[in-house]
């Protein structure tokens, strides 16, 4: 069973920047196709941002240019998502997700993992 931990959420003024990180806890020789999501009170989870096992990136239409997601190339199935220029609209749970096809992760299909949830909170 592979666990996911995030961390790096928190607070922030409108136009600042986040980090976030996301790591499998056990050890495989398996290389995800890994993603971020993010869900909003009141709101359906969205796909951010994916990133195949091969180091492709991927990102809904409404972070390109703000959000850039990269593959640690010096451990295995850990993602980060660097957040710049960020908007009160960002405000979410952010989740770390991973799969061995990068399909289910664009696609939010059936995904093997998750996380717990990081919060992002942007103030205006």
């Known amino acids: 069973q592979v666990q996911l931990a995030e961390s790096g959420g928190g607070s922030v003024q409108a136009g600042g920047s986040l980090r976030l990180s996301c790591a499998a806890s056990v050890r495989t020789s398996v290389d995800y196709a890994m993603g971020w999501f993010r869900q909003a009170p009141g709101k359906e989870r969205e796909f951010v941002a994916g990133v195949s096992a091969g180091g492709k990136t991927y990102y809904h239409d409404s972070v390109k240019g703000r959000f850039t997601a990269s593959r640690d190339n010096n451990a295995k199935n850990t993602v980060y998502l660097q957040m710049n220029s960020l908007k009160p609209e960002d405000t979410a749970a952010y989740y770390c997700?991973?799969?061995?096809?990068?399909?289910?992760?664009?696609?939010?299909?059936?995904?093997?993992?998750w996380g717990q949830g990081t919060q992002v909170t942007v103030s205006s």
């Open positions: 997700a991973a799969d061995g096809t990068i399909f289910n992760i664009l696609t939010m299909g059936r995904i093997d993992y």
